[in-house]
């Protein structure tokens, strides 16, 4: 069955630093999601990548499918206190369920 | 309604008795999951229910745990004889369909405590 990885499993950085968490997949997928969760919140979706190689921007943060649709990355640029949460990705193989990654807790020192 | 309602949204109950979850999902949507979410933990998927088809119940970690679906519209996850390894954030998401193209929903989820 499918296997998936994301790394880091948490993650602590200064005010302004960057920030990237990396999902990676055994078996090719159709697309991937991602989702946050805040602190006491519920996940919310982010985005949805579908094409090989596909790279979408919102704001500061980078969203990246890999060539072999494989893996995926998050990368947020000079992160800011609301960055706080937890970061999900939710690997797609057609109808299959959505299981989700572990996630990447980014925690942000002021 | 407006979104994906759960109640209740904090429940304490004693080692041994039985719990009812509910989840009302946002109306029209005919996907929809539970998960488990512990303490600082991942999300564990549970159950999922997509329309009329047979319910994928692979996640259910013991016969403990069932969920049903009525009418295909509000679900009840029914924990029996509970555990304290059973507490945790009870989440339920709900989505137009399952196709693997759709965003899922959630709800605030439910906190259950057994002493």
């Known amino acids: 069955g499918q296997q998936v990885m994301q790394i880091p499993q948490y993650q602590h950085v200064q005010e302004g630093e960057d920030f990237t968490t990396y999902c990676n997949s055994s078996?090719?997928?159709?697309?991937i999601q991602w989702y946050k969760q805040r602190p006491g919140g519920h996940p919310v979706f982010l985005i949805q990548l579908v094409k090989s190689g596909e790279v979408k921007k919102q704001k500061r943060l980078t969203f990246q499918f890999g060539e072999a649709k494989k893996n995926s990355s998050l990368h947020i640029t000079a992160t800011q206190t609301t960055d706080v949460g937890t970061y999900f990705c939710?690997?797609?193989?057609?109808?299959?369920?959505?299981?989700f990654g572990q996630g990447t807790r980014l925690t942000i020192n002021p | 309604g407006a979104g994906v309602s759960q109640s209740p949204s904090n429940k304490v109950t004693e080692k041994g008795k039985d719990v009812e979850l509910r989840c009302d999902p946002i109306s029209g949507h005919t996907a929809l999951y539970w998960y488990r979410q512990s303490l600082g933990q991942g999300l564990e998927f549970l159950i999922y229910f997509q329309g009329n088809s047979a319910p994928d119940k692979s996640g259910l970690p013991s016969d403990r745990f069932s969920a049903e679906r009525t009418g295909g519209s509000v679900s009840t996850l029914t924990i029996q004889r509970t555990q304290q390894e059973d507490s945790a954030v009870y989440l339920c998401a709900s989505s137009l369909a399952w196709t693997g193209w759709e965003k899922l929903f959630f709800g605030s989820g439910t906190q259950l405590s057994v002493l």
């Open positions: 939710a690997p797609i193989q057609g109808a299959q369920k959505l299981v």
């Open positions: 078996t090719t997928l159709s697309n």
